[in-house]
T-cell receptor, first 113, second 115 residues
Protein backbone atom coordinates (compact mmCIF):
# COMPACT_ATOMS: atom_id res chain seq x y z
CA UNK A 1 0.00 0.00 0.00
CA UNK A 2 1.11 3.51 -0.62
CA UNK A 3 0.65 6.59 1.48
CA UNK A 4 1.21 10.25 0.72
CA UNK A 5 1.67 13.11 3.15
CA UNK A 6 1.25 16.69 2.08
CA UNK A 7 1.80 18.40 5.39
CA UNK A 8 0.99 21.89 4.14
CA UNK A 9 -2.77 22.17 4.05
CA UNK A 10 -2.85 25.78 2.87
CA UNK A 11 -0.19 28.21 1.71
CA UNK A 12 -0.57 31.87 0.78
CA UNK A 13 2.14 33.90 -0.86
CA UNK A 14 2.30 37.26 -2.53
CA UNK A 15 2.53 37.25 -6.29
CA UNK A 16 6.07 36.88 -7.69
CA UNK A 17 7.30 35.07 -4.60
CA UNK A 18 8.68 31.56 -4.90
CA UNK A 19 6.83 28.74 -3.14
CA UNK A 20 7.63 25.09 -2.47
CA UNK A 21 5.01 22.41 -1.92
CA UNK A 22 6.17 19.39 0.04
CA UNK A 23 5.34 15.76 -0.64
CA UNK A 24 6.49 12.74 1.33
CA UNK A 25 5.38 9.28 0.28
CA UNK A 26 5.60 5.72 1.55
CA UNK A 27 5.82 2.63 -0.61
CA UNK A 28 7.34 -0.82 -0.33
CA UNK A 29 7.80 -1.09 -4.06
CA UNK A 30 11.15 -0.45 -5.66
CA UNK A 31 9.64 0.61 -8.96
CA UNK A 32 6.98 3.24 -8.92
CA UNK A 33 5.97 6.53 -10.45
CA UNK A 34 5.24 9.85 -8.86
CA UNK A 35 2.85 12.44 -10.20
CA UNK A 36 1.80 15.99 -9.46
CA UNK A 37 -1.63 17.24 -10.45
CA UNK A 38 -3.17 20.70 -10.20
CA UNK A 39 -6.86 21.22 -9.46
CA UNK A 40 -7.99 24.76 -10.24
CA UNK A 41 -11.35 26.08 -9.02
CA UNK A 42 -13.02 24.62 -12.12
CA UNK A 43 -12.41 21.18 -10.59
CA UNK A 44 -10.63 19.36 -13.40
CA UNK A 45 -7.36 17.69 -12.43
CA UNK A 46 -4.52 18.83 -14.66
CA UNK A 47 -1.40 16.70 -15.06
CA UNK A 48 1.87 18.50 -14.28
CA UNK A 49 4.65 15.93 -14.12
CA UNK A 50 5.46 12.20 -13.96
CA UNK A 51 8.67 10.90 -12.41
CA UNK A 52 10.06 7.35 -12.55
CA UNK A 53 11.55 6.10 -9.28
CA UNK A 54 14.80 5.27 -11.07
CA UNK A 55 15.25 8.78 -12.37
CA UNK A 56 16.40 11.12 -9.63
CA UNK A 57 17.30 14.01 -11.85
CA UNK A 58 15.56 17.19 -10.92
CA UNK A 59 13.37 18.67 -13.58
CA UNK A 60 12.54 22.21 -14.58
CA UNK A 61 9.69 23.27 -16.81
CA UNK A 62 9.37 27.00 -17.13
CA UNK A 63 8.54 28.39 -13.69
CA UNK A 64 8.00 24.88 -12.29
CA UNK A 65 10.68 22.64 -10.86
CA UNK A 66 10.66 19.35 -9.01
CA UNK A 67 13.13 17.93 -6.51
CA UNK A 68 13.00 14.14 -6.16
CA UNK A 69 14.95 12.64 -3.25
CA UNK A 70 14.51 8.89 -3.16
CA UNK A 71 16.57 8.58 0.03
CA UNK A 72 14.04 10.68 1.94
CA UNK A 73 10.99 9.63 -0.12
CA UNK A 74 10.22 13.19 -1.02
CA UNK A 75 9.07 14.76 -4.26
CA UNK A 76 8.78 18.50 -3.72
CA UNK A 77 7.41 21.02 -6.18
CA UNK A 78 8.58 24.62 -6.51
CA UNK A 79 6.89 27.45 -8.36
CA UNK A 80 9.18 30.35 -9.13
CA UNK A 81 7.83 33.90 -9.53
CA UNK A 82 4.30 32.81 -8.66
CA UNK A 83 1.30 34.19 -10.52
CA UNK A 84 -2.36 34.50 -9.57
CA UNK A 85 -3.21 31.78 -12.10
CA UNK A 86 -1.17 29.37 -10.00
CA UNK A 87 -3.85 29.50 -7.30
CA UNK A 88 -5.22 25.97 -7.04
CA UNK A 89 -5.07 22.79 -5.01
CA UNK A 90 -2.00 20.71 -5.80
CA UNK A 91 -1.88 16.96 -5.33
CA UNK A 92 1.07 14.61 -5.16
CA UNK A 93 0.29 11.01 -6.10
CA UNK A 94 2.42 7.86 -6.38
CA UNK A 95 1.38 5.03 -8.64
CA UNK A 96 2.49 1.43 -9.01
CA UNK A 97 2.54 -0.10 -12.46
CA UNK A 98 -0.09 1.25 -14.77
CA UNK A 99 -2.75 1.34 -12.18
CA UNK A 100 -4.40 3.62 -9.69
CA UNK A 101 -3.07 6.83 -8.27
CA UNK A 102 -2.95 7.33 -4.52
CA UNK A 103 -3.59 11.00 -3.84
CA UNK A 104 -2.57 13.01 -0.83
CA UNK A 105 -4.94 15.46 0.81
CA UNK A 106 -3.54 18.26 -1.30
CA UNK A 107 -2.11 21.70 -0.65
CA UNK A 108 -4.30 24.71 -1.33
CA UNK A 109 -2.12 27.45 -2.78
CA UNK A 110 -3.36 31.02 -2.87
CA UNK A 111 -1.40 33.67 -4.70
CA UNK A 112 -2.19 37.13 -3.43
CA UNK A 113 -2.02 39.85 -6.09
CA UNK B 1 -12.68 18.83 -27.64
CA UNK B 2 -11.28 15.30 -27.41
CA UNK B 3 -10.72 15.17 -23.67
CA UNK B 4 -12.50 13.01 -21.10
CA UNK B 5 -16.17 13.88 -20.97
CA UNK B 6 -18.50 13.28 -18.04
CA UNK B 7 -22.25 13.61 -17.89
CA UNK B 8 -24.05 15.07 -16.07
CA UNK B 9 -21.88 17.75 -14.50
CA UNK B 10 -24.21 18.12 -11.56
CA UNK B 11 -26.85 15.84 -10.08
CA UNK B 12 -29.15 16.44 -7.15
CA UNK B 13 -31.13 13.46 -5.98
CA UNK B 14 -33.26 12.43 -3.05
CA UNK B 15 -31.96 9.85 -0.63
CA UNK B 16 -32.91 6.38 -1.73
CA UNK B 17 -33.01 7.14 -5.44
CA UNK B 18 -30.72 5.53 -8.00
CA UNK B 19 -28.33 7.61 -10.11
CA UNK B 20 -26.16 6.82 -13.10
CA UNK B 21 -23.18 8.75 -14.39
CA UNK B 22 -21.49 8.43 -17.73
CA UNK B 23 -17.86 8.84 -18.73
CA UNK B 24 -16.52 9.03 -22.28
CA UNK B 25 -12.74 8.53 -22.24
CA UNK B 26 -10.26 9.84 -24.74
CA UNK B 27 -10.59 7.82 -27.89
CA UNK B 28 -8.37 4.72 -27.93
CA UNK B 29 -7.47 4.95 -24.26
CA UNK B 30 -7.63 1.39 -22.97
CA UNK B 31 -7.66 2.24 -19.28
CA UNK B 32 -10.51 3.97 -17.50
CA UNK B 33 -10.65 4.90 -13.82
CA UNK B 34 -13.30 6.15 -11.45
CA UNK B 35 -12.41 8.21 -8.39
CA UNK B 36 -14.48 9.90 -5.71
CA UNK B 37 -13.52 13.20 -4.12
CA UNK B 38 -15.16 14.64 -1.03
CA UNK B 39 -14.74 18.21 0.12
CA UNK B 40 -11.23 19.01 1.27
CA UNK B 41 -9.85 15.61 0.37
CA UNK B 42 -7.87 14.16 -2.46
CA UNK B 43 -9.53 11.83 -4.95
CA UNK B 44 -9.96 8.25 -3.78
CA UNK B 45 -9.77 5.34 -6.17
CA UNK B 46 -13.01 3.43 -6.79
CA UNK B 47 -12.46 1.13 -9.74
CA UNK B 48 -10.51 0.62 -12.92
CA UNK B 49 -11.09 -0.97 -16.33
CA UNK B 50 -8.73 -2.19 -18.95
CA UNK B 51 -10.84 -2.28 -22.09
CA UNK B 52 -14.10 -3.90 -20.98
CA UNK B 53 -12.62 -5.83 -18.06
CA UNK B 54 -13.01 -4.44 -14.56
CA UNK B 55 -9.64 -5.24 -13.02
CA UNK B 56 -9.85 -3.74 -9.56
CA UNK B 57 -12.47 -2.46 -7.17
CA UNK B 58 -11.82 -0.49 -4.01
CA UNK B 59 -13.40 -1.44 -0.69
CA UNK B 60 -15.07 1.97 -0.95
CA UNK B 61 -17.20 0.51 -3.72
CA UNK B 62 -20.01 -1.05 -1.70
CA UNK B 63 -22.54 -3.36 -3.31
CA UNK B 64 -24.75 -0.33 -3.97
CA UNK B 65 -22.19 0.79 -6.53
CA UNK B 66 -21.72 -0.82 -9.92
CA UNK B 67 -19.62 0.19 -12.86
CA UNK B 68 -19.60 -1.08 -16.40
CA UNK B 69 -17.66 -0.46 -19.55
CA UNK B 70 -19.42 -2.35 -22.33
CA UNK B 71 -17.38 -2.75 -25.49
CA UNK B 72 -14.45 -1.02 -23.83
CA UNK B 73 -15.58 2.46 -24.76
CA UNK B 74 -17.68 4.65 -22.46
CA UNK B 75 -18.30 3.69 -18.86
CA UNK B 76 -21.22 4.11 -16.47
CA UNK B 77 -21.19 4.30 -12.69
CA UNK B 78 -24.48 3.54 -10.96
CA UNK B 79 -25.29 4.15 -7.33
CA UNK B 80 -28.40 2.46 -6.00
CA UNK B 81 -30.36 3.61 -2.96
CA UNK B 82 -28.26 6.73 -2.57
CA UNK B 83 -27.29 7.93 0.89
CA UNK B 84 -26.21 11.37 2.03
CA UNK B 85 -22.69 10.05 2.46
CA UNK B 86 -22.55 9.46 -1.28
CA UNK B 87 -22.49 13.21 -1.88
CA UNK B 88 -19.17 13.89 -3.59
CA UNK B 89 -17.48 14.68 -6.87
CA UNK B 90 -17.13 11.58 -9.05
CA UNK B 91 -14.14 11.82 -11.35
CA UNK B 92 -13.37 9.73 -14.38
CA UNK B 93 -9.93 9.43 -15.95
CA UNK B 94 -8.43 7.54 -18.86
CA UNK B 95 -4.96 6.60 -20.02
CA UNK B 96 -3.45 4.60 -22.84
CA UNK B 97 -2.10 1.12 -22.27
CA UNK B 98 1.68 1.39 -22.38
CA UNK B 99 4.64 -0.43 -20.93
CA UNK B 100 5.58 2.57 -18.87
CA UNK B 101 3.18 4.21 -16.51
CA UNK B 102 1.70 7.24 -18.16
CA UNK B 103 -0.40 10.08 -16.92
CA UNK B 104 -4.15 9.79 -16.56
CA UNK B 105 -6.33 12.46 -18.10
CA UNK B 106 -9.27 13.53 -15.96
CA UNK B 107 -12.73 14.74 -16.83
CA UNK B 108 -14.39 17.65 -15.09
CA UNK B 109 -16.35 15.36 -12.82
CA UNK B 110 -19.95 14.84 -11.81
CA UNK B 111 -20.93 16.53 -8.57
CA UNK B 112 -23.56 14.50 -6.74
CA UNK B 113 -25.66 15.99 -3.97
CA UNK B 114 -27.97 13.67 -2.06
CA UNK B 115 -30.67 15.48 -0.11
Amino acid sequence: AQKVTQAQTEISVVEKEDVTLDCVYETRDTTYYLFWYKQPPSGELVFLIRRNSFDEQNEISGRYSWNFQKSTSSFNFTITASQVVDSAVYFCAPSIGNEKLTFGTGTRLTIIP
Amino acid sequence: DTGVSQDPRHKITKRGQNVTFRCDPISEHNRLYWYRQTLGQGPEFLTYFQNEAQLEKSRLLSDRFSAERPKGSFSTLEIQRTEQGDSAMYLCASSPLTLMNTEAFFGQGTRLTVV
